[in-house]
């Protein structure tokens, strides 16, 4: 079976979907299969981005009103990678999100079981890397995909109230879930590929600065397939590398 990794975050606004969506293109330039699918069901964005209009939503796998491959956009020959890149898309209706607020824990242990599913269909299918895009903090999705990920790469952007709220989190969750953690440090004053930084005890795997060219950047052509030399795209190289790694020692 493949890997799949979490991109999380404890705040809004780090950057992570920009992060999550330029690491599954890369890896399938490189030749993997990847798939990368909205978790964040409160707050979707990757049908937005890509300017994705799926006749299935992941909400309707959630609901049993589909089956999980029903969902998946293939983005492979528009973006010409070596390697499979399909994308599963939330649900962006204000209807659609305003019911996940309202779910009870049944539906929420429901859909734990559904992902697990979900994730156990999306590799047997020839699927190498799941790539989730979480809601940030602990939504019950969030804490859902985190619980059935391999590996978490948590975003954070350096001030204080980011410093506090990831503590917390790795304490209260990726610690009690016994999952292996890396973060990412986004919008840095510094730019660093050191191996050896570590905030709050766990390894930094890049410091990508504040690049505002990223901000305004098309989606639809990421960044780490358009421009190879970009500073952006050395770090999501890095940590590519870092996944890879994971992959070849599990």
């Known amino acids: 079976m493949g890997v799949t990794v979490a991109v999380h975050s404890s705040k809004g606004g780090t950057g992570k979907t920009c992060i999550a969506t330029n690491i599954a293109a890369l890896l399938s ?3 993997y299969n990847v798939c990368l699918l909205d978790m964040d069901l409160k707050g979707p964005s ?3 981005l890509f300017n994705l209009y799926p006749k299935r939503w992941f909400n309707d796998y959630l609901d049993d009103k589909c089956d999980i491959e029903n969902i998946f956009i293939d983005l492979s020959p528009q973006l010409k990678t070596k390697g499979r890149f399909i994308i599963g898309s939330s649900n962006p209706d204000i209807v659609a999100v ?3 607020f309202d779910v009870n824990r049944n539906w929420q242990a429901k859909a734990l079981k559904l992902l697990l599913d979900a994730k156990k269909s999306i590799f047997m299918n020839g699927t190498d890397i799941l790539i989730l895009d979480t809601g940030a903090g602990i939504e019950f999705e969030s804490v859902n995909a985190i619980a059935v990920a391999d590996l978490v790469l948590s975003v ?3 001030n204080k109230i980011s410093y506090f709220s990831t503590e917390q989190i790795v ?3 990726y610690m009690m879930l016994e999952k292996k953690c ?3 440090e986004n919008m840095s004053s510094v730019y660093n590929l050191s191996e050896n ?3 709050l005890g766990i390894p930094v795997i890049v410091s990508i600065p504040c690049i505002c060219d990223i901000l305004s950047n098309d989606c639809t052509n990421p960044v780490s397939l358009t421009n190879p030399n970009h500073i952006f795209t050395q770090s999501i ?3 590519c590398s870092t996944i890879e790694e994971y992959m070849y020692d599990k």
């Open 29 to 31: 330039y490189k030749g």
């Open 46 to 48: 990757l049908s937005a």
């Open 98 to 100: 305003r019911k996940i």
């Open 156 to 158: 954070i952007i350096p």
């Open 171 to 173: 304490k209260g969750v």
């Open 182 to 184: 890396y973060l990412i």
């Open 197 to 199: 930084k570590e905030i």
């Open 237 to 239: 190289k890095k940590i």
